[in-house]
């Protein structure tokens, strides 16, 4: 959806780096885990056959490194949502999986549909990387990806690569991290069918027929889905942009699809095509057409060609992915329409020590809509060469990346980084890498009118067609400890960005894009997950500072838009027959960003999610959400959910 844009955030002078006190609180748990102690208890646990480790040891990512490789060995931050974990999100989108994970911060002008946005360690949606499949997927109007309108259960895995890293393995806007996103159906291992059906409050319904042949190298998946709900009434009484007529409840419905099919013709080639696909309505608030709504579909789908012979490795892909939307604030519609059309090869080679992997790729972006843009097409080509060994005593990574832009030119970005055993369980590490932004279509063309409603006057925005990308310096250092219990990583980052993109208010009130002189962007984020036995705990905990300054400015000023604390913690029971986890989220205090003057309140949320499994073929699966019903923005004027629960039944044929 795009019918909205962000505006300025207010930054207000405030000391820099300020730990809170749940920081010193939640650090204390490096002690527990970063002992002798802990892993000689471990160790002979293990040794008595008590352990029961569900830890990602044996978790591959392919985002972090663009080949397969164990998280473990992994220098960047790295998270793999797989599709176990997935089940938990029954119903809803990609944005609801990652919400409360380490370093991320959602925000959403109401319930499931509506525009959202999101940032992680401090840094925009913007300077965030979306791959579906390997294809990128993003808005070329508003400059990210809309994962509200994604649903969760077309897709087998989240893979999120944090920091900047991912800009010399993927290019343009990816300063903050990767999030890469695998269709459903990829990773199947039987045939099945499986019917899922659900239902829940704000009469939300959901069905979704799946169907996977699996036989002698041949995959076929294919997944239809609905998801229906009535929704809540997204506008707040704090809004007063909102009319009369926008008292009734603002509904939400999808109706996705979701396709697989590779064959192995042997030990060295695989072919296959796989996609998925959304395409939903949304219910809105603002203005006094009766029937304001926007239509939207969103998706990616490509082919592929892959090849393996001894050490060497070979791998084309040509893929496409859309973000459309129509938008009804009157009776003729506005109209945003991106599609991404990409080719991909990729060659890897393995050494004597550690692989070397090389690239091409060719990205053409389109842009077609109502928008009065005078450019709507920009290409980009781009070369890669990276190098990755993984060792008993050392891991390490070096990548650089060229990409040459029709709008921009050419820009270089590269990462080095490594990783040392300073004791068999225990890792510490860095990295540096450089990065870049490519302003947006609308940071750039767009443009709409100010309005007055009841004797207030809502700025309208003009572009700025003579901004520069912006370009980043990143840092990145942890400690990880590891063993068949748990694994505890803390990881300190640093960005220093310059000419960074902000918003500005023009002398008229309207709003605007300029250039600043430089930001710097600082935290530490913990992340800490057991398993005992059959007792799963952890947390995740993240502490960020974001300050700027123009080029008139001696001084930092801190943006206070930012959460500076994020955090979760979660228990969990999992016994063959079923399993529980309660979660318990925290969002600091921040301002809203659009109403500068307005400052949205700290809040945490209670969630508890179930599954029973009655026999082999049938699973009932439930959430209840926000248990304690607390009354909570993240965009100033717009409700989110109170409580809200949903249950649902899959019957699987194998």
Request: aromatic fraction near 12%; glycine fraction near 10%.
């Amino acid at each position: 959806m795009r019918y909205s844009c962000q505006t300025s955030p207010r930054f207000i002078k405030k000391p820099f780096f300020n730990i809170h006190p749940m920081t010193q609180s939640v650090l204390v748990i490096i002690g527990m885990s970063m002992t002798g102690v802990s892993a000689h208890a471990a160790t002979s646990e293990a040794a008595n056959g008590e352990a029961e480790s569900t830890l990602p040891s044996l978790t591959f990512t392919t985002t972090a490194t663009k080949t397969p490789t164990l998280v473990k060995n992994t220098i960047a931050q790295t998270t793999v949502i797989d599709e176990e974990q997935l089940q938990r999100y029954r119903g809803q989108s990609v944005l609801d999986v990652l919400r409360g994970k380490a370093g991320f911060y959602i925000k959403q002008n109401g319930g499931d549909g509506t525009l959202s946005n999101f940032s992680i360690r401090g840094l925009s949606a913007k300077n965030v990387a979306v791959l579906i499949d390997g294809i990128r997927y993003t808005s070329l109007s508003n400059g990210y990806a809309e994962l509200a309108l994604l649903p969760a259960d077309q897709i087998d895995r989240i893979e999120v690569l944090y920091g900047a890293s991912g800009s010399s393995l993927y290019g343009a806007d990816a300063t903050a991290g990767v999030i890469q996103i695998f269709t459903k159906g990829q990773n199947a291992q039987q045939s099945n069918i499986a019917l899922t059906l659900g239902a829940g409050s704000e009469d939300s319904y959901k069905g979704q027929l799946t169907g996977q042949y699996v036989n002698n190298g041949t995959t076929i998946s294919l997944s239809t889905g609905y998801d229906k709900t009535n929704g809540i009434n997204i506008s707040s009484p704090n809004n007063s942009y909102a009319s009369s007529i926008d008292s009734d409840k603002d509904g939400f419905n999808s109706k996705n699809i979701s396709f697989v099919a590779k064959h192995r013709y042997n030990d060295n080639i695989e072919v296959g095509i796989t996609g998925m696909k959304a395409k939903s309505n949304s219910d809105l608030d603002g203005g006094n057409y009766q029937d304001i709504h926007a239509e939207q579909e969103n998706g990616s789908a490509n082919g592929f060609i892959n090849y393996q012979q001894d050490k060497f490795s070979a791998s084309l892909k040509y893929g496409e992915s859309i973000d459309e939307s129509k938008s009804y604030f009157s009776s003729t519609p506005s109209e945003f329409n991106t599609k991404q059309k990409q080719t991909n090869l990729q060659l890897g080679y393995q050494l004597p020590v550690g692989q070397i992997i090389g690239g091409a790729e060719y990205l053409k972006q389109n842009f077609d809509g109502d928008a009065s843009y005078t450019n709507h097409d920009r290409n980009t080509k781009s070369g890669f060469l990276g190098y990755q060994v993984s060792q008993p005593k050392y891991d390490a990574q070096a990548n650089i990346r060229y990409d040459k832009n029709t709008q921009y030119g050419n820009k270089t970005t590269y990462n080095l980084g490594g990783a040392y055993h300073v004791l068999p369980n225990t890792r510490v590490g860095a990295s540096y890498a450089t990065g870049f932004r490519m302003p947006s279509f609308n940071d750039l063309y767009g443009h709409s009118e100010g309005s007055s409603w009841d004797g207030v006057y809502y700025p309208g925005y003009v572009g700025n067609e003579n901004l520069k990308a912006e370009t980043s310096k990143n840092w990145e250092a942890f400690i990880e400890h590891s063993n068949a219990y748990q694994t505890t990583r803390l990881t300190g980052f640093q960005s220093k960005i310059e000419d960074g993109i902000i918003p500005l208010t023009l002398a008229s009130g309207d709003k605007t894009r300029t250039n600043r002189a430089e930001t710097k962007v600082k935290g530490v984020t913990l992340v800490s997950d057991w398993t005992v036995n059959n007792t799963l705990f952890g947390l995740s905990y993240t502490n960020q500072s974001v300050e700027g300054r123009n080029a008139t400015q001696g001084e930092y000023t801190t943006d206070n838009t930012i959460p500076k604390n994020t955090g979760l913690i979660y228990l969990g029971y999992k016994q063959p027959k079923f399993d529980i986890r309660s979660e318990l989220e925290y969002v600091d205090e921040r301002h809203d960003g659009y109403y500068t003057d307005k400052v949205l309140d700290s809040y945490t949320l209670l969630n508890l999610t179930g599954n029973y499994y009655i026999n082999p073929y049938l699973t009932i699966s439930s959430r209840l959400n926000n248990l304690t019903d607390k009354d909570y923005e993240t965009v100033y004027g717009y409700r989110q959910k109170g409580i809200n629960s949903f249950i649902s039944l899959t019957y699987q044929w194998f």
